[in-house]
């Protein structure tokens, strides 16, 4: 039969020449130009004499192998096997385009519009279970091109030569003498991603466009891409999204199906979406939110161009920078991924600004519960500050000025604000303040010893001590080991002090709040004279709180009869001037206190100096029963005080028994008082002691 084959195939080649032709181009689908040839022929195509030759050869071949021939076109130089297979049946089987002559069919192959699907070179192990009808089989080596029609029956349809167009089974071909293997072809899908202003990089490729191409799967009913193959796609400040069968499409993952020529061969472009950073430009105070816009995956980090402005926290999305400082200038702001020192998908460039004037504040206490309160407007503005009471009936405030003065009223409780305006007392309020007003505090109360020696200290206590209260005193007398504690030890200053105190405590306003009185040193005692008809009683009267317990009166030149603070005096028919003292003591010690008056056998006269020693004025009054008093002077005195030189250092007339000396311009000292109605002078010693 290979004979007989052969034979055939002479005949066919003999047609080959001798006949017009004309030079053309056709396309593959895929775009790519094919040299062909469109041959003019004139029937008969072959002489009587050959074809009948082919026909007997062709009757032979089928006759010997029991097969069939079918002749289903008849012989025709317009076309031959790679015109009919590759350009002139479509992929259902379907003759769709003229007939052409090719020589070569592998641009259909190289530029992928078919793809090899198949290849046997051992037909014992033929299967076509996955190759679909309409495919293309190239006869390798023996340069055949047919087109399956029939997998299950072994049935093809190709031309030979300029001869027939021939439907038979796959070895049965004039063409399978030299042939090494049949490779079945079947459209491939192609798909190009389109970069869309980012970029494809791997180590073979390297443009903005990537072909993918391949058999189609599922027996030709799709398959799904998601992402081109064997590439990185980039693009610069940029997310990609997916995507689309247009330039601003919607982003998807597309199922890609290879049903007809129209669906397997399209552009898909990749849709991005800028990453940006969005938060404020400026930053002047406090903190601020940053967050990465369209951020790629994984984790982002970020980094800050000057920390010493603004810092950033080091990972997540958002960030939360944070002003440093008081310096100003411009930070940028790097989203990053990898790491702190990683790539860099976005930069935001803000501005440091001047941190913002303080907000005005208003200072002072939370609470008041009595008396006055200070309050200031810290960072006030320009002009005159006015001030308004929520509620004047608990609270008044001083109603222009900075600071002011808040006074409690009334006895009711209750929290006030207190506003700082400007412009008027009804102008803009620009600050605020709550004051609770509480309960009026109980006053204090002291407890304590009345008398204090020198030497020991004694403990002194108030009660309803509160917060800003502080014990004072009176004079220099005494020492206060801790002024701002509720119980506190008390000394006595010097080991010669002697005179009346006042112990107090005092709110932070310098108010007092409660006093006590109390003794310091030695007693001091004052004598007073009553002298009625011939009797002459003395009375010692003790300074406050001096705790005075015995009493030891004396007298000369006459004779005194004492009990406790009362003595009556004696003159004994003695004219003159005569003395009565009395000694009184305490717990700190003792003084002797003097007195006198001058006796003229008919009555006497003398005077009282109180307080005796004094600081600054004494008390003077004039005691008389004296004939000589009785009938002279008027009731006018004269009153001299003589230093140790005898020098007079004051010297003026009173009316009447009783008035105030002033003696605050005398030294510390011992003195002389002489006071004279003009015929009677008495005289006494006054000490200064400060």
């Known amino acids: 039969m290979k004979n007989i084959l052969l034979i055939i195939t002479i005949i066919l080649c003999s047609f080959y020449s001798g006949f017009a032709q004309q030079a053309t181009t056709v396309y593959t689908p895929y775009g790519t130009a094919v040299s062909a040839t469109h041959y003019t022929?004139?029937?008969?195509?072959?002489?009587?004499?050959?074809?009948?030759?082919?026909?007997?050869?062709?009757?032979?071949?089928?006759?010997?192998?029991?097969?069939?021939?079918?002749?289903?076109?008849?012989?025709?130089?317009?076309?031959?096997?790679?015109?009919?297979?590759?350009?002139?049946?479509?992929?259902?089987?379907?003759?769709?385009?003229?007939?052409?002559?090719?020589?070569?069919?592998?641009?259909?192959?190289?530029?992928?519009?078919?793809?090899?699907?198949?290849?046997?070179?051992?037909?014992?192990?033929?299967?076509?279970?996955?190759?679909?009808?309409?495919?293309?089989?190239?006869?390798?080596?023996?340069?055949?091109?047919?087109?399956?029609?029939?997998?299950?029956?072994?049935?093809?349809?190709?031309?030979?030569?300029?001869?027939?167009?021939?439907?038979?089974?796959?070895?049965?071909?004039?063409?399978?003498?030299?042939?090494?293997?049949?490779?079945?072809?079947?459209?491939?899908?192609?798909?190009?991603?389109?970069?869309?202003?980012?970029?494809?990089?791997?180590?073979?490729?390297?443009?903005?466009?990537?072909?993918?191409?391949?058999?189609?799967?599922?027996?030709?009913?799709?398959?799904?891409?998601?992402?081109?193959?064997?590439?990185?796609?980039?693009?610069?400040?940029?997310?990609?999204?997916?995507?689309?069968?247009?330039?601003?499409?919607?982003?998807?993952?597309?199922?890609?199906?290879?049903?007809?020529?129209?669906?397997?061969?399209?552009?898909?472009?990749?849709?991005?979406?800028?990453?940006?950073?969005?938060?404020?430009?400026?930053?002047?105070?406090?903190?601020?939110?940053?967050?990465?816009?369209?951020?790629?995956?994984?984790?982002?980090?970020?980094?800050?161009?000057?920390?010493?402005?603004?810092?950033?926290?080091?990972?997540?999305?958002?960030?939360?920078?944070?002003?440093?400082?008081?310096s100003t200038g411009s930070v940028t702001l790097s989203a990053r991924t990898g790491s702190v020192s990683g790539t860099v998908v976005a930069t935001k460039t803000v501005t440091v600004c001047a941190l913002p004037p303080p907000p005005p504040v208003i200072n002072g206490a939370d609470q008041l519960c009595s008396g006055t309160g200070q309050y200031t407007l810290q960072n006030p503005p320009v002009g005159t500050i006015y001030w308004t009471s929520s509620n004047t009936s608990l609270l008044t405030v001083t109603s222009s000025g900075n600071p002011t003065t808040a006074t409690r009223q009334g006895s009711s409780t209750g929290s006030v604000t207190l506003s700082a305006r400007t412009g008027s007392v009804s102008g803009t309020v620009v600050a605020t303040k709550t004051v609770t007003v509480c309960a009026l505090p109980s006053p204090p109360v002291i407890s304590g010893s009345s008398l204090l020696c020198y030497g020991s200290s004694t403990t002194f206590s108030a009660t309803n001590w509160q917060s800003g209260y502080y014990w004072d005193k009176s004079n220099s007398l005494l020492n206060i080991s801790n002024s701002s504690s509720s119980s506190t030890s008390i000394s006595v200053a010097g080991s010669s002090s002697q005179g009346a105190v006042t112990l107090s405590v005092k709110n932070s306003s310098g108010t007092t709040l409660a006093t006590y009185n109390a003794w310091v040193g030695a007693p001091t005692v004052y004598i007073y004279p009553n002298f009625t008809n011939d009797t002459y009683d003395f009375t010692a009267t003790p300074a406050a709180n001096t705790g005075v317990n015995v009493y030891s009166w004396g007298a000369s030149p006459g004779s005194i009869s004492g009990n406790g603070t009362s003595a009556i005096y004696y003159p004994n028919g003695i004219t003159g001037w005569h003395d009565i003292w009395v000694t009184s003591y305490n717990n700190c010690g003792s003084c002797t206190s003097y007195s006198g008056f001058s006796y003229d056998g008919r009555g006497g006269s003398t005077f009282v100096i109180s307080p005796n020693p004094a600081s600054t004025e004494v008390e003077i009054s004039i005691y008389d029963n004296s004939e000589e008093s009785r009938s002279a002077g008027g009731g006018r005195y004269t009153v001299t005080i003589l230093d140790s030189n005898d020098t007079v250092v004051f010297q003026r007339t009173y009316s009447g028994k009783q008035f105030t000396v002033p003696v605050s311009s005398l030294s510390n000292g011992t003195y002389i008082v002489e006071i004279s109605n003009g015929k009677v002078t008495n005289t006494q010693q006054l000490v200064i002691k400060r």
């Open 41 to 326: 022929v004139t029937p008969p195509v072959f002489k009587q004499d050959e074809l009948n030759a082919f026909i007997i050869a062709l009757n032979e071949v089928y006759g010997v192998t029991g097969e069939f021939p079918d002749t289903i076109g008849g012989p025709s130089r317009t076309y031959n096997c790679h015109g009919y297979a590759w350009h002139m049946v479509n992929i259902s089987g379907t003759v769709i385009n003229t007939p052409v002559w090719i020589n070569d069919p592998y641009p259909y192959i190289d530029d992928c519009s078919y793809a090899e699907a198949y290849f046997i070179n051992n037909l014992n192990n033929l299967d076509l279970q996955s190759v679909p009808d309409s495919a293309k089989v190239l006869y390798y080596s023996g340069e055949h091109s047919a087109v399956l029609i029939d997998k299950y029956n072994d049935e093809y349809i190709s031309k030979w030569g300029p001869g027939f167009l021939v439907r038979h089974p796959l070895t049965s071909t004039p063409y399978n003498v030299n042939t090494s293997g049949y490779g079945y072809f079947v459209p491939a899908y192609r798909i190009v991603f389109n970069a869309n202003g980012g970029a494809f990089s791997t180590s073979t490729l390297g443009s903005n466009t990537v072909t993918y191409r391949g058999t189609p799967k599922n027996n030709g009913n799709g398959g799904s891409v998601s992402a081109p193959p064997d590439t990185t796609l980039s693009f610069s400040g940029h997310t990609f999204l997916g995507w689309a069968k247009t330039s601003n499409g919607t982003p998807s993952i597309y199922n890609v199906f290879w049903v007809d020529e129209d669906d397997h061969n399209y552009t898909l472009y990749a849709i991005w979406a800028p990453v940006s950073i969005n938060g404020a430009d400026q930053l002047c105070s406090g903190t601020g939110q940053y967050t990465l816009q369209n951020p790629p995956s994984g984790t982002i980090y970020w980094t800050s161009s000057n920390t010493s402005l603004l810092t950033v926290t080091s990972s997540g999305n958002p960030a939360t920078a944070t002003r440093q400082g008081s």
